[in-house]
């Protein structure tokens, strides 16, 4: 008997492995033979009712099918393919090409899941539609439902081609064509160019463009060149640059252009609330990283506005959080009107006594139905402010909040008139109507930059200091106003004034000769106070009071913020003897937008009539019921004051 080591073997054990070898090399190559020659078009009508069991849509190969296998990834090849579409579809085929060529993931498949990880396609029609009670005829289930159940495609490159796609419920329609651009001199690809028309959320939609030879719709490694020039409504974009993944849009990286007739049209765009605004333009560095927008280092012309800056979108939250820094380099207050609620013209209010036409507060409402979509930590400023009517505005400071439908400016300063006005502003949207607060803090407001159409008051020294509490319920800022609760309160102390202006209240016609022969003076602001209370939006002045040198001025009536109305009444008393004095009441009525004075021409007529009668006896005595022999003495202003200062009722 032979003796065999470990590791040796028989000469039968060997004389079998020889031979099992031998056949299994013949049976490999017999498969490859039989792959190379095999009539892949056999497989066509297995796969078309596979297809057709699991979708319920037909689909038909009716040219050649070929296959080439690989690892990870077999190749397919395929003429003259369509794929219907379900039932509640508008078109009847969701897919018509004339040549296809992709790869599939065998590892993916053999977990029943579909991946492409690169598609071509030549001469296509692909219909895309969603119903309005959410199926998806690119899903594959029998439903229409399952997101799982989808192809998912890597790169995607098409040479002349028809997109559709079409959602009911969003407004949107969307027609696009494809065609592929030969590549220039020099540059070692082609590219393809893009049409689309259509509507977009019910807004009508118009671009073109051009980008890279393939769509890269997942990949994430080669960003995607792209150009786009598009009209969306009423707004334009221009866009170059590049994008990461076209469904994901995982990273971004372009310049972008915007131009529209106000920043709120974009709500449907972007789905977060902008403000109203004139028309405006806009351009700088849009990116995207991960879950953060960055709108870097842009510029805007807004109406006649420019400002500049960087904001922020994170959308990794609950709501989208816009964060940024944004200054005017000039800042025209008209601008700010829409933001407000404020408009040229203006529909007729309907129950409202006052024409809309004819208000002046704004009254447009606020649309809260969109704070909600995002909240907001934004910081604005402005130096350089242009105002109308001269208005001494400047240097404007705040911090906007809004987070979870309550807007909030804390602070909101700006410098008013040589001073300063710190103000805190909150609206509660979460409220039907809103709920809305303000308090103003006035401090070292200076009389010569509040009146300079006197150049008297230039070298006034007068400050007013003061406070408004307001607390109203509405959806517009007259609204507010119209149902407000609070106080004002104002003081005037060591001020001066032109002296003009104070004879010509009281109607001292001699003095205001002799001035207009010598010359205008100032004379000394002994006490100003306001103090007028607030209520359902009726302004009433406890103390409305001005005492100077000449003129003792008391106030009385009412404001309506409602109806926009005026009932004043100034009560002029002389200080000092003068040889004329008419001394009428002066009356300031009328609405906010066509204020009328006139004074008591009754008691006027009986002065006169009264110098007359006197005048008959001796022409002398004319003048004695004009001469008015004032008191010589100062108005209680120091108690005027502490009661103006003292702690809101």
Not at 184 to 210: C, H, Q, T
Request: glycine share 8%; net charge positive.
């Amino acid at each position: 008997m032979q003796k065999l080591t470990p590791n040796s073997t028989s000469p039968s054990t060997q004389h079998f492995l020889k031979w099992s070898g031998g056949v299994l090399l013949a049976l490999v190559l017999l498969i490859v033979i039989a792959l190379l020659v095999f009539d892949w078009n056999w497989l066509r009508g297995p796969i078309t009712r596979l297809a057709s069991e699991k979708t319920g849509r037909v689909l038909a190969i009716s040219g050649d099918f070929k296959v080439k296998l690989g690892w990870p990834d077999a190749h397919l090849q395929a003429a003259n393919v369509t794929f219907a579409n379900p039932s509640w579809a508008k078109e009847a085929q969701m897919v018509t090409v004339e040549n296809v060529e992709a790869s599939i993931s065998l590892p993916q498949l053999f977990r029943k899941k579909i991946v492409l990880p690169e598609v071509r396609l030549a001469r296509a029609v692909v219909s895309l539609e969603q119903s309005p009670d959410g199926r998806k005829n690119w899903l594959l289930d029998r439903k229409q439902q399952d997101e799982e159940a989808r192809v998912t495609i890597g790169v995607l490159a098409l040479a002349q081609g028809k997109l559709n796609y079409d959602d009911a419920k969003q407004k949107t329609h969307i027609q696009s064509e494809v065609s592929t651009r030969a590549s220039a001199a020099g540059s070692p690809e082609a590219g393809v160019d893009f049409s689309v028309k259509g509507s977009f959320r019910g807004l009508a939609l118009y671009a073109r463009g051009s980008g890279g030879p393939v769509l890269s719709l997942r990949e994430e490694s080669a960003p995607y060149p792209l150009t786009i020039d598009a009209t969306i409504g009423r707004t334009t974009l221009h866009a170059a640059g590049r994008v990461t993944s076209l469904t994901r849009l995982t990273a971004i990286d372009m310049q972008l252009a915007l131009r529209g007739e106000s920043l709120g049209q974009l709500y449907p765009l972007l789905g977060v609330a902008l403000p109203e605004t004139p028309a405006y333009t806009t351009q700088g560095h849009l990116i995207r990283q991960a879950k953060q927008w960055r709108y870097e280092k842009f510029t805007a012309h807004i109406g006649q506005s420019d400002l500049a800056g960087t904001i922020r979108v994170d959308t990794a939250a609950k709501r989208p959080l816009l964060q940024g820094e944004v200054v005017y380099q000039t800042l025209h207050l008209a601008d700010l009107g829409p933001v407000i609620g404020a408009k040229k013209e203006k529909a007729a209010a309907a129950g409202q006594s006052v024409p809309a036409a004819a208000r002046v507060l704004p009254d447009v409402p606020f649309r809260t139905e969109r704070w909600d979509s995002l909240d907001a930590d934004v910081r604005l400023s402005a130096k350089t402010i242009h105002r109308a009517e001269s208005l001494p505005i400047d240097n404007l400071v705040t911090h906007l909040r809004l987070r979870d439908s309550v807007l909030a400016l804390d602070p909101l300063n700006f410098g008013f008139a040589g001073g300063q006005l710190t103000n805190v502003v909150s609206l509660d949207g979460r409220q039907d109507p809103i709920q809305a607060r303000i308090k103003v803090q006035a401090r070292k407001i200076r009389l010569s930059k509040l009146f300079p159409t006197f150049d008297l008051n230039k070298t006034s020294i007068g400050q007013i200091n003061g406070v408004f509490d307001l607390e109203g319920k509405g959806n517009s800022v007259g609204r507010m106003l119209a149902t407000a609760n609070g106080r004002v309160a104002l003081v005037i102390a060591d001020g001066e004034i032109s002296k003009l202006m104070m004879e010509s209240v009281g109607l001292h016609l001699w003095e205001m000769l002799q001035l207009k022969i010598t010359g205008d003076k100032v004379i000394n602001i002994r006490c100003g106070i306001a103090d007028l209370n607030v209520k359902q939006g009726v302004m009433q002045p406890e103390v409305l009071l001005l005492d100077t040198e000449v003129t003792s001025i008391n106030v009385t009536g009412q404001i309506d913020l409602g109806q926009e109305t005026l009932d004043l009444t100034l009560h002029p008393k002389t200080k000092q003897t003068s040889l004329i004095a008419l001394r009428p009441p002066i009356y300031v009525r009328g609405s906010f937008a066509h204020p009328a004075v006139s004074i008591d021409k009754g008691r006027l007529a009986a002065r006169g009539l009264g110098a007359i009668a006197l005048g008959l006896v001796n022409p002398f005595l004319l003048l004695v019921p004009l001469v008015e022999t004032g008191p010589g003495i100062d108005s209680d202003c120091g108690r005027l004051i502490k009661e103006a200062q003292a702690p809101s009722r």
